[in-house]
């Protein structure tokens, strides 16, 4: 299938970290469609070969599998073209046009990796040059806007000039292989269904912990923050993925429309909740892999009067019969004591003792995202290292590790989300009312900290964050997983 791939932004950190990567695995591994061309879209006046160039010198700083040989790289490279352009000049996209006319494609892939700020007059202009056609697709990377009006804004003006089936909106979490195996687990498997739901589980905790700090990005970090960052699109796609009803089927509106309803079951704020379900917290100077690490403060480019958080710590509900009454416990931060991101679904200990347990013999699901991909079920066990104690059960865990299960080589989350956008497949990406809900549901609490006196808590870089947070959990007499 001929294909081209617009990549606006195309000497950008993201295209060649990220993108470039996850295409030319995919060009490895045999699944791009033959017959396609990636055209990379920047200011800097640069030919084709130049291009080529570029991303070749890139490819030595990225992480691959495998590194290519000349020969494999000089195949996929011929894919590779470029065209300058301004994105901010009306005129620069009939030339754009004109060089997609060139060759007859059965798809064209728009990907926005520009600044959001571009995104809308992006979108108005691919419209008025004619580059809307209903074989155009549409990919739009986070953050779509600051707040609730300006994602709406962005939403409402993409929608003038394309469909909704034709807008890919990017979270990459949902593209990697651990976050479909969550699906198939709850949607394949007749076995969890029906202890997935309040009479059987204590509480839920998302955590996705990063041990680096804003690096060289944090003049722009200054002006988001984790709970833009992280929380009202990763964290809540994850919390819908556990929480969701089964769908009719798997298509991607079944999908989404339950997702969208468990954004839309989440307790809204009061000030009482916002007041002790809310734990933000800014890193300060402290010790990662032995060396020692400037606070958030004395990062380069961020106000050193900042009040931005680089950790949040909440509780959410659900209010609907599945899960009323169960805590979600989410928490992302930097400069985290590890690179971890896993789920854990904590089970009611047994109704009645009849051996000794370890934690009253509650079970537990620990989905792991990152570094690891996998599942854990910890269950209790006879140990017999004291053979005269058969009363006491010890914990063990049922581990699947999917990387050894299945292989390293497998489909990276870019690379997955690249592929379905040019196959036209939706369901890993996120629909407009999706993530107007998710904004709605944070918005209250920007807000609320927006008028709050209190300055951030302070955490040491390397710890699991401020012990606020611990204390929050700990009201409901539990204890987050790595202290348990
Ligand atoms: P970046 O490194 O600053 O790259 C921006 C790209 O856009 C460059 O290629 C730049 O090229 C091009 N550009 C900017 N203004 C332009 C214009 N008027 N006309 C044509 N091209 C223009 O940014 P990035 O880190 O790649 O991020 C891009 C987007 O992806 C942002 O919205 C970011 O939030 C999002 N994102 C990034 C990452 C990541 O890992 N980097 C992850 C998730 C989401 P010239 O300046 O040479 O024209």
Same mark, same amino acid.
């Given at each position: 299938?001929?294909?081209? =791939?617009?990549?606006?932004?195309?000497?950008?950190?993201?295209?060649?970290?990220?993108?470039?990567?996850?295409?030319?695995?995919?060009?490895?591994?045999? &699944?791009?469609? +033959?017959?396609?061309?990636?055209?990379?879209?920047?200011?800097?006046?640069?030919?084709?070969?130049?291009?080529?160039?570029?991303?070749?010198?890139?490819?030595?700083?990225?992480?691959?599998?495998?590194?290519?040989? &000349?020969? +494999?790289?000089?195949?996929?490279?011929?894919?590779?073209?470029?065209?300058?352009?301004?994105?901010?000049?009306?005129?620069?996209?009939?030339?754009?046009?004109?060089?997609?006319?060139?060759?007859?494609?059965?798809?064209?892939?728009?990907?926005?990796?520009?600044?959001?700020?571009?995104?809308?007059?992006?979108?108005?202009?691919?419209?008025?040059?004619? =580059?809307?056609?209903? $074989?155009?697709?549409?990919?739009?990377?986070?953050?779509?806007?600051?707040?609730?009006?300006?994602?709406?804004?962005?939403?409402?003006?993409?929608?003038?000039?394309?469909?909704?089936?034709?807008?890919?909106?990017?979270?990459?979490?949902?593209?990697?292989? $651990?976050?479909?195996?969550?699906?198939?687990?709850?949607?394949?498997?007749?076995?969890?269904?029906?202890?997935?739901?309040? +009479?059987?589980?204590?509480?839920?905790?998302?955590?996705?912990?990063?041990?680096?700090?804003?690096?060289?990005?944090?003049?722009?970090?200054?002006?988001?923050?984790?709970?833009?960052?992280?929380?009202?699109?990763?964290?809540?796609?994850?919390?819908?993925?556990?929480?969701?009803?089964?769908?009719?089927?798997?298509?991607?509106?079944?999908?989404?429309?339950?997702?969208?309803?468990?954004?839309?079951?989440?307790?809204?704020?009061?000030?009482?909740?916002?007041?002790?379900?809310?734990?933000?917290?800014?890193?300060?100077?402290?010790?990662?892999?032995?060396?020692?690490?400037?606070?958030?403060?004395?990062?380069?480019?961020?106000?050193?009067?900042?009040?931005?958080?680089?950790?949040?710590?909440?509780?959410?509900?659900?209010?609907?019969?599945?899960?009323?009454?169960?805590?979600?416990?989410?928490?992302?931060?930097?400069?985290?004591?590890?690179?971890?991101?896993?789920?854990?679904?904590?089970?009611?200990?047994?109704?009645?003792?009849?051996?000794?347990?370890?934690?009253?013999?509650?079970?537990?699901?620990?989905?792991?995202?990152?570094?690891?991909?996998?599942?854990?079920?910890?269950?209790?066990?006879?140990?017999?290292?004291?053979?005269?104690?058969?009363?006491?059960? $010890?914990?063990?865990?049922?581990?699947?590790?999917?990387?050894?299960?299945?292989?390293?080589?497998?489909?990276?989350?870019?690379?997955?989300?690249?592929?379905?956008?040019?196959?036209?497949?939706?369901? =890993?990406?996120?629909?407009?009312?999706?993530?107007?809900?998710?904004?709605?549901?944070?918005?209250?609490?920007? &807000?609320?900290?927006?008028?709050?006196?209190?300055?951030?808590?302070?955490?040491?870089?390397?710890?699991?964050?401020?012990?606020?947070?611990?204390?929050?959990?700990?009201?409901?007499?539990?204890?987050?997983? +790595?202290?348990?």
């Amino acid at each position: 299938m001929a294909f081209n =791939l617009v990549l606006f932004g195309g000497t950008g950190d993201l295209a060649w970290r990220k993108l470039m990567p996850a295409l030319f695995q995919a060009f490895r591994h045999g &699944t791009l469609p +033959e017959g396609g061309r990636i055209i990379g879209v920047a200011r800097d006046e640069m030919s084709d070969v130049q291009y080529r160039e570029l991303i070749r010198s890139r490819f030595d700083q990225v992480e691959l599998a495998k590194r290519p040989s &000349t020969e +494999e790289f000089d195949r996929f490279a011929s894919l590779l073209h470029y065209q300058r352009m301004d994105l901010s000049k009306p005129d620069a996209y009939a030339t754009l046009k004109a060089r997609l006319d060139e060759r007859a494609a059965e798809t064209t892939v728009m990907y926005l990796a520009v600044s959001p700020h571009l995104f809308t007059a992006v979108a108005e202009q691919l419209g008025a040059a004619g =580059l809307n056609t209903p $074989s155009t697709r549409l990919v739009l990377e986070k953050p779509l806007g600051h707040d609730l009006a300006s994602n709406r804004a962005i939403n409402q003006t993409v929608l003038k000039f394309f469909s909704e089936k034709q807008v890919f909106r990017i979270d990459h979490y949902l593209g990697k292989p $651990s976050v479909q195996n969550l699906m198939a687990l709850r949607f394949a498997n007749a076995l969890f269904e029906p202890v997935w739901r309040r +009479e059987h589980i204590a509480n839920i905790q998302i955590t996705i912990a990063e041990d680096l700090g804003v690096e060289k990005r944090g003049g722009y970090y200054d002006g988001i923050g984790a709970l833009r960052d992280m929380v009202q699109n990763h964290a809540l796609q994850l919390l819908c993925a556990i929480a969701m009803e089964p769908p009719i089927n798997a298509h991607a509106d079944a999908i989404r429309d339950e997702k969208l309803k468990v954004l839309r079951s989440l307790k809204r704020w009061t000030p009482a909740t916002l007041a002790s379900h809310v734990v933000r917290g800014q890193y300060a100077e402290g010790n990662i892999g032995g060396n020692k690490v400037p606070g958030y403060l004395q990062e380069t480019g961020v106000n050193t009067a900042s009040q931005t958080e680089t950790f949040v710590a909440l509780r959410a509900e659900i209010a609907n019969w599945r899960w009323a009454g169960v805590p979600f416990y989410i928490r992302t931060g930097k400069r985290m004591a590890g690179r971890e991101a896993h789920i854990v679904v904590n089970f009611h200990a047994t109704p009645h003792a009849i051996f000794q347990t370890p934690n009253g013999g509650a079970n537990k699901l620990v989905i792991h995202l990152q570094p690891k991909d996998g599942l854990e079920l910890h269950l209790m066990a006879q140990a017999q290292a004291n053979r005269r104690d058969t009363n006491s059960l $010890s914990l063990t865990q049922l581990d699947l590790d999917f990387d050894k299960r299945f292989g390293t080589e497998r489909v990276g989350a870019y690379e997955r989300l690249l592929l379905d956008v040019i196959d036209g497949r939706l369901n =890993l990406f996120v629909r407009s009312d999706e993530q107007e809900e998710a904004w709605r549901w944070v918005e209250p609490v920007l &807000t609320h900290w927006q008028q709050d006196t209190n300055l951030p808590r302070q955490y040491t870089a390397g710890s699991w964050g401020p012990s606020a947070a611990s204390g929050m959990i700990a009201k409901d007499g539990f204890c987050w997983e +790595e202290e348990s």
